[in-house]
């Protein structure tokens, strides 16, 4: 999720101030990705400057008022309507594993022994969590972070049983320089 979307789909309900869009996306997130302020005004100049926000007049307050524009709201209709991309195998805990397994000299075992105490500590914690929350809301969010560190859980199990005959193979770095440049077409 980005904060650039999320902001403009809160503003598609109502015009906001800086602070009040934190408050707004830290209460419909369970408070899980805490945002600063800072980041918030960084966001919404940059919206501003693409053409999905402007600037309104100040409230009695002296705050600032933003406003959706056209722009935005097909940006944030757009964000909330399409399928959102996931992440695929590429992340730093599957990228630390597997260089610890493929690298000699590395206690891949033990790597993976703390790495999975880690995951169920998560797992443990999320479903107290979860299972403390009265807010359906909050509830939905946390039931997120508890399929997430099961899932980190049962692939860390899948990868100890696999790694005995990974881990019996693992390679020096490759000595040969690799070539600059792009690589030669193949002739058909």
């Not at 919206?47 to 940006?75: K, N, Q, S």
């Not at 397994?101 to 999975?116: H, M, W, Y």
Request: hydrophobic residues 40%.
């Amino acid at each position: 999720m980005t904060i650039k979307h999320s902001l403009l789909a809160i503003l598609a309900q109502s015009p906001c101030y800086g602070n009040q869009l934190r408050t707004e996306f830290e209460r419909r997130t369970a408070r899980i990705w805490p945002v600063n302020v800072g980041q918030i005004y960084n966001t919404l100049e940059r919206l501003e400057r693409d053409g999905y926000v402007t600037r309104g007049a100040t409230d009695e307050h002296g705050h600032v008022m933003w406003h959706i524009t056209d722009a935005g709201r097909r940006e944030a209709d757009s964000w909330l309507t399409s399928a959102t991309p996931r992440a695929d195998a590429r992340d730093d805990l599957t990228a630390k594993i597997s260089l610890a397994i493929s690298l000699p000299g590395v206690d891949a075992d033990a790597l993976l022994a703390t790495e999975l105490r880690a995951a169920t500590t998560r797992l443990s914690e999320a479903t107290r969590v979860h299972a403390q929350e009265d807010n359906p809301l909050s509830a939905l969010v946390h039931l997120a972070a508890v399929h997430r560190a099961n899932a980190d859980v049962q692939w860390l199990q899948a990868v100890q049983a696999a790694a005995m005959t990974v881990a019996a193979k693992p390679s020096a770095v490759d000595m040969q320089r690799p070539r600059r440049g792009r690589p030669k077409k193949a002739v058909a």
